[in-house]
T-cell receptor, first 117, second 114 residues
Framework: KQEVTQIPAALSVPEGENLVLNCSFT??????LQWFRQDPGKGLTSLLL?????REQTSGRLNASLDKSSGRSTLYIAASQPGDSATYLC????????????????FGQGTILTVHP | NAGVTQTPKFRVLKTGQSMTLLCAQD?????MYWYRQDPGMGLRLIHY???????AKGEVPDGYNVSRLKKQNFLLGLESAAPSQTSVYFC?????????????FGPGTRLTVT
């Protein structure tokens, strides 16, 4: 059974710092890995999606990497801002037997990020 | 586009009561999902649907039923609510197999069972 773990569970940093959030998964047979952001009391917003054949994706100050063989992904946030404060979730899309996938994501527990001015 | 919408946003039920949560999407997506989110547990899949008229069990289906009578709607039912079903419920959708794998989430329904 696929298990996804995110470390740390919570992180507090001063504004301007570069930071790294970690995600590890136990089964390397995945289609892709997705990073989400969740603001308090809100739904999930997709930040980056990395296909299994890719090693990284970038969007603005965000960079996500994927090392499928070691079962790890990192989300790098450059020059953090108070507006980055949120919970960050990673999720993997398993590779189903037969090559099909019905999009059943397995989520980590999330990292709560606080960026203080 | 409204994207994925959920009704209601909040609900308080007494143990044993029933209710239905409605998820609607206007993106013509084939696949739809219901998740629950509990503190320290991440999101867990309850049921999902790969097309109109189809449903399947996810990781934690017990105590819930679903229906997908129309492509744009996915209903989650609780026949006899229990305090263990206190949670935040999220609906999501995505295009079919040959297109983007990205899932789009609704804003959530916060349910409390007393």
């Amino acid at each position: 059974k696929q298990e996804v773990t995110q470390i740390p569970a919570a992180l507090s940093v001063p504004e301007g710092e570069n930071l790294v959030l970690n995600c590890s998964f136990t089964d390397s047979a995945i289609y892709n890995l997705q990073w989400f952001r969740q603001d308090p009391g809100k739904g999930l917003t997709s930040l980056l999606l990395i296909q299994s054949s890719q090693r990284e994706q970038t969007s603005g100050r965000l960079n996500a990497s994927l090392d499928k063989s070691s079962g790890r992904s990192t989300l790098y946030i450059a020059a953090s801002q108070p507006g980055d404060s949120a919970t960050y979730l990673c999720a993997v899309l398993p590779f189903n037997a037969g090559g099909t996938s019905y999009g059943k994501l397995t989520f980590g527990q999330g990292t709560i990020l606080t960026v203080h001015p | 586009n409204a994207g994925v919408t959920q009704t209601p946003k909040f609900r308080v039920l007494k143990t044993g009561q029933s209710m239905t949560l409605l998820c609607a999407q206007d993106m013509n997506h084939e696949y739809m999902y219901w998740y629950r989110q509990d503190p320290g547990m991440g999101l867990r899949l309850i049921h999902y649907s790969v097309g109109e008229g189809t449903t399947a069990k996810g990781e934690v289906p017990d105590g819930y039923n679903v229906s997908r009578l129309k492509k744009q709607n996915f209903l989650l039912g609780l026949e006899s609510a229990a305090p263990s079903q206190t949670s935040v419920y999220f609906c999501a959708s995505r295009p079919g197999q040959v297109k983007s794998y990205e899932q789009y989430f609704g804003p959530g329904t916060r349910l409390t069972v007393t």
